[in-house]
């Protein structure tokens, strides 16, 4: 037992020595000041060389420069510290691990330039504006969150593909796996597909847009999102409601927000015993009035008298409002009631309700009776 425990002190003295030794804290301490003294830099150029770059950008008037720097501002930052990183272990440790090194230091390039474009797709998607600018026409709100995602994933494929490439994987091998075992693939994700495709379907027809409020069989409610999967609709319970592309894309859609105007129809119920001239007075006050309202649909304004009810002479309003906006329809709506209350005021007409009127005959007196 002292043998194996004299061997094993043996064999770690000469460790412990290097460790203590000149030599090798000297290099440790050279080691962590060149860390150092890349961490401090980061500091200076984050407070100042950035910050003069952003205050130089924003005296232009395009925001490309700007938002490239607000892009790579953090991997930059990360990058120093990765290359003091690199530098103090290059000279800590042997020369054996240079290859090893110099293969992480370049993966992490790889992974920090990618994740700077991903950022930068983010800040366009932000800013709808710049987009239009860039491509100098509107675009369409429902394909920038879909086609970000879409170049979201060729990115981290991309980055993915260069690192394995680096660290010497075979990707011409793993692409022709992937084409050899493609038909299973589609077959196990076919309503993955069809969801994908009927996105694009969707993007292309572009039957609604972001935000708009829209109505299906299943669903009603705002379009918050739309992805490579499905569009997800806020009910007016405020719920978040998942629906599959492939559903969509097969489903009568009713668009309300696409509507130009909003329908106002009624009967407006009147008491029988009302005198024809008196209720033909009201139609035609009621018909000047709407035809003279700003908020009216000049198109289509239609006030008849439509029918005998079996309590009420019914007259038919039928008409459209000029803004879709629920909040203006309502006030429109409130205005147009208030002025028919006033208009059968004026002409003492009154309106009728659901009555039953009965009508009890008086018998016959009991001759009978009377002779006795």
């Known amino acids: 037992m002292y043998s194996s425990f004299q061997t094993i002190t043996d064999d770690i003295s000469p460790i412990v020595a290097y460790f203590f030794s000149y ?5 440790l301490l050279i080691s962590i000041s060149i860390f150092f003294i890349f961490v401090f830099f980061k500091k200076i150029f984050a407070k100042y060389i950035v910050n003069f770059f952003i205050k130089l950008c924003n005296k232009t ?8 720097l607000h892009a790579f ?12 990183a690199y530098l103090a272990l290059k000279n800590y440790l042997p020369a054996t691990y240079d290859i090893f090194l110099h293969d992480l230091l370049g993966s992490a390039v790889v992974i920090l330039i990618a994740s700077g474009f991903y950022e930068l797709i983010d800040i366009y998607v932000n800013d709808e504006e710049e987009i239009d600018r860039l491509f100098n026409k509107q675009v369409d709100k429902i394909i920038i969150p879909f086609f970000s995602k879409m170049i979201k994933m060729i990115i981290i494929a991309l980055a993915f593909v260069v690192i394995a490439s680096r660290w010497g994987y075979d990707i011409n091998g793993f692409i022709a796996g992937l084409g050899l075992g493609g038909l299973a693939f589609a077959l196990a994700a076919k309503d993955l ?5 009927s996105g694009i379907i969707i993007i292309t027809d572009k039957p609604f847009n972001i935000g708009d409020w829209i109505k299906t069989t299943d669903v009603e409610g ?3 999102d739309i992805n490579f999967r499905s569009t997800k609709i806020k009910s007016f319970d405020n719920s978040i409601v998942t629906v599959p592309n492939s559903n969509l894309a097969n489903a009568s859609i009713t668009n309300f927000t696409k509507r130009t105007t909003r329908r106002i129809t009624f009967n407006l119920p009147i008491k029988y015993d009302t005198p024809s001239d008196h209720l033909q007075k009201c139609i035609e006050k009621i018909e000047v ?9 000049k198109e289509t304004i239609i006030v008849k008298f439509d029918s005998f009810d079996n309590s009420a002479l019914n007259i038919l309003l039928y008409f459209f409002t000029t803004t879709v906006i629920w909040d203006e329809y309502l006030k429109i709506k409130q205005d147009i009631n208030f002025t028919i209350m006033k208009i059968l005021e004026d002409e003492e007409v009154e309106m009728a309700f659901p009555s039953t009127s009965v009508y009890v005959e008086t018998p016959f007196p009991n001759n009978n009776n009377n002779n006795n």
């Open 222 to 224: 705002t379009v918050k």
């Open 61 to 68: 008037v395009a925001n490309t420069d700007t938002y490239l």
């Open 193 to 197: 597909l069809a969801n994908i495709f």
């Open 289 to 297: 009035f709407l035809v003279q309202h700003p908020g009216i649909d």
């Open 73 to 84: 501002h953090k991997p930059l930052q990360h990058l120093i510290i990765l290359i003091g």
């Open 23 to 27: 030599s090798h804290l000297y290099k």
